[in-house]
């Protein structure tokens, strides 16, 4: 090519010692140009153009002429590391782990994505483990698991990077799961309750749902201040407790539920029967009837049972024994 013989005559040139060089093109041999100095073989182009080189005696040529050799050592150089890079591959690198897997927590029915981020020799493989144990089909930087359940809580997932050179496994990442959330229910309802004026009465709830649950106790409708927990005691009752109702309301973050009223019945504290009026004696001619009478007091219902009694009484000196 026309630039490299240009690029060859500066360099013979120079290390013969000559001026610099000048290339002119000659349009025609009769035109009787003299080519002055040392030049190298006289180049023709494609058009039929000649070309001759003329040897200048300055020294801004000498400068332009050095740094045109230097020029063209750089670019053959160059080219030759090109050549020689082209021609040999790059030995394969080990794989190394730059972002590792990180833990992630799901609610139950929920899925998981672990990722990984790696450097090598390309291609990099990936081969995803689910508690050492390789999963099918996750072979790429990241995998997302199926729905999770409350039994994968606890897994660990770690991804094997591998090149020409070799593979390095991660740090692994642990799944973890809760429950899903449910709202509170109540499955057994508070029932009635009968006791005795001056006793207490206690009803009781029980349900289920996403803990914590808040509990809140009424009394005919009313809550009561302190009555937050699964069962509520009464104080002492009174006679004028009977037939008030008590229900509850549970609660979680998911929503509430009212339970059923329990009806309360307080009855009088039992009495033991006391008489009031005594019987009086009574007296009668022989064949007529009489008539006793008593009254009395005490926790219904009171039963009553007359008896018939004689006392003797016995005579002592001046006296006569009678019967009454």
């Known amino acids: 090519m026309r630039w490299k013989r240009f690029l060859s005559a500066l360099f013979l040139s120079r290390v013969e010692g000559s001026t610099d060089l000048v290339a002119t093109p000659a349009k025609d041999r009769r035109e009787g140009l003299v080519r002055t100095g040392r030049t190298a073989n006289e180049p023709r182009s494609r058009n039929g153009r000649k070309w001759s080189y003329e040897a200048q005696n300055s020294w801004p040529g000498r400068v332009l002429v050095t740094l045109l050799a230097f020029v063209a050592v750089l670019l053959v150089n160059g080219c030759a590391g090109v050549a020689s890079t082209n021609g040999n591959s790059l030995s394969p690198v080990l794989p190394t782990i730059t972002t590792q897997p990180t833990n992630q927590a799901v609610t139950a029915g929920q899925t998981a994505t672990f990722t990984v981020a790696a450097a090598g020799t390309a291609p990099l493989s990936y081969q995803w483990q689910k508690n050492g144990t390789s999963i099918a089909g996750a072979t790429s930087a990241n995998y997302t698991t199926p729905a999770t359940t409350m039994s994968d809580n606890g897994v660990k997932f770690a ?31 508070p029932v009635n309750q009968t006791v005795t004026a001056g006793q207490t009465a206690t009803f009781t709830v029980v349900a289920s749902g996403t803990a914590p649950l808040s509990y809140q106790w009424q009394k005919n409708g009313a809550n009561i201040a302190g009555a937050t927990s699964s069962s509520y005691t009464t104080p002492a009752t009174t006679i004028a407790d009977s037939g008030a109702t008590f229900d509850v309301v549970v609660s979680n973050s998911i929503g509430n539920a009212t339970s059923n009223l329990a009806t309360l019945t307080a009855s009088a504290a ?45 005579r002592t000196a001046g006296q006569r024994s009678t019967w009454r």
């Open 159 to 189: 991804v094997v990077v591998g090149d020409s050179a070799g593979t390095v496994t991660s740090t692994p990442g642990t799944l973890t799961v809760t429950a899903a959330s449910v709202a509170a229910t109540i499955t057994t309802q």
């Open 270 to 314: 039992p009495l033991a029967p006391t008489i009031t009026t005594q019987p009086v004696n009574q007296t009668v001619t022989a064949g007529q009837t009489t008539m006793f009478t008593v009254v009395a007091s005490g926790t219904a219902p009171l039963s009553y049972q007359w008896q018939k009694t004689r006392q003797r009484r016995l």
